[in-house]
């Protein structure tokens, strides 16, 4: 099946920091990738939907200033997590969908732990 | 709006036995339905999905799971439960194709011996 790789696994940085975490389509080309947020113990959450060669949509709630979305290119997306927080502190996944698949079926990342100091 | 219910939030079998995870959805048509597993600090894998066809459909590692349209359910099932299934189990269900994933809160699966 289609692969989706994540850069870094995990990352902590300090308070006031930027943090980039990318996400790529290996084997097949994306226009539309998502982030996704996780709270330990707790369930997905979709932060925004990131297409290619336009800008994000973000979910209510979700600071667009503050999770800066790029999609570059149909096999990248970058999420950068400006002037981080201890409360940004998470598990952040993306997924995306490869067009040439059936139905809507999604491929996800591994995910990247980002832990604020 | 969509939504994805998973009523247990934590269950455990013994070694052997069987399982059922439940999962309701609310959406207008038919849905696209999946199950993941994520095992701790792990990203998500795909055990089964459903699209059309046959309302039974079998996934990886054993495990299986029935659509049911009148019951608005797409209960995961497995007839003889591994240690190593232990792990957080979530349904989700996607409307139109290129459309984010709706998941529900997640079923916390332990396995005793």
């Known amino acids: 099946g289609a692969v989706v790789s994540q850069h870094p696994s995990w990352v902590i940085c300090k308070s006031g920091t930027s943090v980039k975490i990318e996400c790529r389509s290996l084997?097949?080309?994306?226009?539309?990738m998502f982030w996704y947020r996780q709270f330990p113990k707790q369930s997905l959450m979709l932060m925004a939907t990131?297409?290619?060669?336009?800008?994000?949509?973000?979910e209510q709630g979700v600071e667009k200033d503050k999770f800066l979305i790029n999609h570059a290119s149909l096999t990248l997306s970058t999420l950068t997590v400006t002037s981080a927080h201890p409360e940004d502190s998470s598990f952040y996944i993306c997924?995306?969908?490869?067009?040439?698949?059936?139905?809507?079926?999604?491929?996800f990342g591994p995910g990247t732990r980002l832990t604020v100091l | 709006a969509q939504s994805v219910t998973q009523p247990d939030i934590h269950i455990t079998v013994s070694e052997g036995a069987s399982l059922e995870l439940r999962c309701n959805y609310s959406?207008?048509?038919?849905?696209?339905l999946f199950w993941y597993v994520q095992s701790p600090g792990q990203g998500l894998q795909l055990l089964l999905k459903?699209?059309?066809?046959?309302?039974l459909v079998q996934g990886i590692k054993g495990f299986e799971a029935e659509f049911k349209r009148s019951q608005s359910s797409f209960n995961l099932r497995k007839p003889s439960v591994h240690w190593s299934d232990a792990a957080e189990y979530f349904c989700?269900?996607?409307?139109?194709?290129?459309?984010?994933?709706?998941f529900g809160k997640g079923t916390t699966l332990s396995v005793s011996s």
């Open positions: 989700a269900v996607g409307a139109q194709a290129g459309t984010a994933l709706i």
């Open positions: 959406y207008g048509a038919t849905p696209y």
């Open positions: 459903y699209f059309s066809g046959d309302t």
């Open positions: 990131s297409n290619e060669g336009s800008k994000a949509t973000y």
């Open positions: 997924s995306a969908r490869d067009p040439q698949g059936s139905g809507n079926e999604q491929f």
């Open positions: 084997d097949f080309q994306a226009t539309t």
